[in-house]
């Protein structure tokens, strides 16, 4: 939007708005500073977006916040929803807009980069399982947050959330993009992510209005098991059978959940899962929410319930690895962070082996079998041959021999040519230059260029017959 700083914008409360730097842009519209408001973004839609719709469902959710305590107790302010504080309007009184807190995204950070142990490091995050139990509460209670208003978020995936490094509370951006609860109408949601999406609306690929708490349930599941198990999702795994599909949506239509209490007949789990090291409370959990009945999937608040618990230092249920400060598990349980390793160093040396085993020939002699190593015949290269240098030299001097051969015949049999029609007693020089100034030159210009072809044709002739060839000859090293 060209010169968007110089339009004067008024908020709800009749305050006049003054824009900043252009902070980002989307496919709804575009984020940016407020000059005169600190921790404050206004986001003003595109032309194209329906701005009487989004001014109806910003107004529901003004009406509908979502209730969060305060947090008081970090350095860094820490803001859990980007939700709307007051609309914006343009000097005709039309809608284009609202103001929302600003999340310091320097302080906080996507959650996907804390799933995988590598990314986890790279990125100086927490790589135990303590701070992922914390974020998995602190995930739900705000999901919890969202649900009490009827609101549903729909499309919730890990590169859509982020958590704030220092504390690990857990914020959301686009909020305006969530299903709202109006009045006596709903706002739907535009988008989902199939990996996250529900079983019962894989085919369809749609979530009704009526079954969004599903939907919400399913995919909270699916990034509280990432979180607590290595960032794995539930439905991958290796299959037993042909039938099983490859790709993800596709199993989580037919529900190839390999991590539950009971095993799959289709699909077994990854090797270094640590899904056998979570409590059974937690585990039930999680088979109810991949194998029970859509409307039996547990909701945020029974997550909270069951994770707070775990969550909470005064109740010890969390226990520092003796081996590895970094890691922690569940008091009364192995340490799935070290199994994990082992079986990681096991498929490491069961690989080597392997390869040492293809190069390893077992051979009968006499009676015994001994073995052998092979010796694998490497490819053997192109023969190519690089002449020395007095070759190169050489080959020189046949061109430039021949060069100085081709122009003297050449100039020969030019004046062949021209003579050929000439009579036997006119053959004098002079009877020559004259037949050529009877054809249009003068008889001077065709004794200069005569005599300049001829000197030119044997400087040639000596120059690279006889001097240049024996030259390089005579400096070129063999």
Known sequence: MAGVNKIKLVDGQGQVIQLGKLIKSGGAGSVYHIASARGQVAKLYH?????????????AMLALKPNLPPIADTAIPVIQLAWPISQLFNQKKQFVGFVMPELDVNASIELEYILQERQAKANNLPVGLGAKIQLSTNL????????????????????????????????MLDCDG?????KQERFAAGQFTVDYLA????????????????????ALAVILFQLLNFGIHPFSGRPLHNQVPNDLPSRIAGKYYAYG?????????????????????????????FNGAPDQRPSAAQWVQCLRPYALRSQKKMVVCSKNKEHQYFSGLKCAAC????????ASEALQKTRQQQNIQKVHVRGQTQTRRIVRPQPIPPITFTPPAWFAAIKRVHIYTFLAIAIPLLMA????????????????????YQYWAQEGFESDVALSIITLVSI???????WLGFFLPIKSILTKKP
């Open 47 to 59: 032309d194209k977006i329906d701005k009487t719709l989004y001014r109806r469902k910003t107004s």
């Open 140 to 171: 739900a209670i705000l999901v919890e947050a969202i649900h009490q208003q009827n609101h549903f978020i729909i499309d919730m995936k890990p590169v859509n959330l982020r958590f704030y490094r220092e504390s690990l509370y857990v914020s």
């Open 178 to 182: 969530f299903s709202i609860q109006g």
């Open 199 to 218: 079983p019962e609306f894989q085919n369809a690929k749609s979530v009704p209005q009526l079954q969004e708490s599903q939907q919400d349930r399913f």
């Open 261 to 289: 209490v009971k095993a799959h007949q289709g699909i077994s789990p990854v090797p270094t899962s640590g899904h056998t090291f979570l409590p059974d409370d937690i585990r039930q959990l999680f088979d109810k929410a």
């Open 339 to 346: 199994e994990r390793v082992r079986q990681l160093k096991v």
């Open 413 to 432: 049999f030019v004046v062949s040519s021209i003579t050929q029609n000439m009579k036997p007693e006119t053959l004098s020089p002079t009877a020559f």
């Open 456 to 462: 030119l044709g044997l400087s040639l002739f000596f």
